[in-house]
């Protein structure tokens, strides 16, 4: 099965060219229930039943009402590849991009989107990474993290006592 994330970044599960978002389990937790991700586009109510174990299709429901598209299969693994290697490492967005589309076919890459909004997608997903901590319920939870405790290379939290006070 291709490694595919939706925007939300939850799992996809590809079959046939066809891309399905998961739906529900079933009472006995044996069975995952998919549906077609163009249901809302086309209206299309194919379904599929898979495995939980094997990850193998068990039934199909319904049929497409639109073809199948091998290349948009392969565009969102390569943006899914993407999205993982920023959160992965600290390459440039050039570098992250050379290497995606290094394999790609140049059908494939015809059909990409240009290479700025896929800059954009690293740095949003870098700033996600790097988010700055959540306000905290009470003082004895404030935990400094270590970007936030020095600048450049200089540190200038020398001390904190956040840990373990007493209010």
Known sequence: MASVMSQRNRPKFVHDGHMYTFEALDCSGTIKFWRCDKRYEY??????HTSVETNQVVKKVNLHCHGGDAARVDIAEICTAVKRRTEDTMETPGAILNEAYHSTSSGVRAQMSATSPMRK????????IEAA???PMDRALIIIPES???????HFLLYDSGMGDVD
């Open 43 to 48: 209206g299309c109510k194919a379904r599929i």
């Open 121 to 128: 997608v690293i740095q949003r997903r870098k700033c996600a």
């Open 133 to 135: 901590p959540s306000q």
């Open 148 to 154: 936030y405790q020095t600048y450049g290379d200089e």
